[in-house]
């Protein structure tokens, strides 16, 4: 009776803060700071027009998706009695509405715990506006999706996982913590073929589909990210770099400015050798393995970017939900730190932005805190992760692992 009390309740908490966001985007109530819905009123729609035609905007260098975003792109045509933005914003809260779906009935049984349906119904407000107003939370019930069905319907996780890699790329880490065996193979190859024949799709349905490789290969440092704080603190000893609208988001030009993104993909190069390191060395895999490392690999990925915009943090809000899910999450310190990131995300975009390209005081120490928080949390995940499954699950050599411990992992939770 409690159970279902709370989770009446949440529902009704859901309602009133996603109204509010929806007053936020169709201006009811305008918001300090920049304009969140610019993009989809003006680049969007733009690519909403080229894409109807047949083709990709390959000479445009905002466009640096995989090709089945243009999916996200065209949806608004299905409700053709409304305009575009209208008809996104409306997408995107039906797109909230599913994985708030999908965590209620993951937990209807008691076999889960409540408490990660009040991270996704508190942790998008906690972010705000932008959710609705970029094509991530479409993503992220995609992949939301894959992560529930990941213990008992492997082919189906593994087809929503390539599936959301061609729409956005990060999905494809989610394969990272699949149990060894049958169930790996069986997620894996059903991500390699939905991936596949999806591109093979797109590149030979319509001109353009791989344009995205090149603009993304050329994109610098975005101002918001954590190689970005060299260069707003530089800025304050004589750096004479400008921060300017470059490859669709606001970037910093001058000096040194390719060396940072350099190391912030040399970071990114080693994150991913820490994770495949951490999946041959790994021995034990619980229930709670597949999205402890799914939330641990996005989680390193958004730190080490050269761009950390705020919608990516949807992302981690979407994959903390259902690791809360678990009766004993693994990951608990390092999703709090998430959660306390997401309210300065909003404050350092849209309400402070302009302090934030400016890289006065308060800027670079909303800026500072929000990505100290990312990197806290990253480094706490790792090394968890690699304590639950490493160090704690080693066998010494000669020394089977007990039968039960090889069973749980399969065990649907």
Known sequence: MVAGTGLRLS???WAVTRAVLMMCVFRVWDMPGSDVSVDIEVIYQGWYGVLRGGIFPYDDVTWQY???????????????FLHYAPAFFILCLAADAAVMGMLLYSVRDGRRGPLGVWVWVTGV??????????????????????LLAVGRRTRLAGSLMGFGALLK?????????????????????????????LGMFFTAAMPGALAFLTFQRDRG???????????????HIGWHGKARLNYGSVEFLGRHVHAVSALALGLSVLAFGWLLLWRLRARRFTPTTPYDAAFTAVLLFTTTSRVISPQYMIWLIGLAAVCVTMRTPRQRLPILLVL????????????????????????VATLTLRNGLLVAATVVACARLWRETVTEGHQPEGEPEPPAERESALVPS
């Open 125 to 146: 407000p906690l972010l705000g506006p932008i959710v609705y107003a970029r094509y991530d939370v479409m993503v992220t019930a995609v992949a939301v999706a894959a």
């Open 169 to 197: 790329i990060w999905p494809v880490l989610l394969v990272i913590g699949t149990p060894r065996g049958r169930a790996t193979r069986s997620v894996w190859r059903a991500a390699l073929v939905a991936a596949g024949v």
């Open 340 to 363: 306390l990131a997401a309210p300065l995300t909003q404050l350092e975009f849209p309400i402070w932005f302009s302090h934030v390209v400016a890289s006065d005081k308060l800027g």
């Open 221 to 235: 440092t975005e101002v918001e990210s954590l190689g970005s704080l060299v260069f707003h603190l530089a800025r």
């Open 11 to 13: 529902i009704g908490v």
């Open 66 to 80: 995989p090709p089945a975003a243009a999916l996200a792109v065209l949806a608004p045509g299905l409700l053709p």
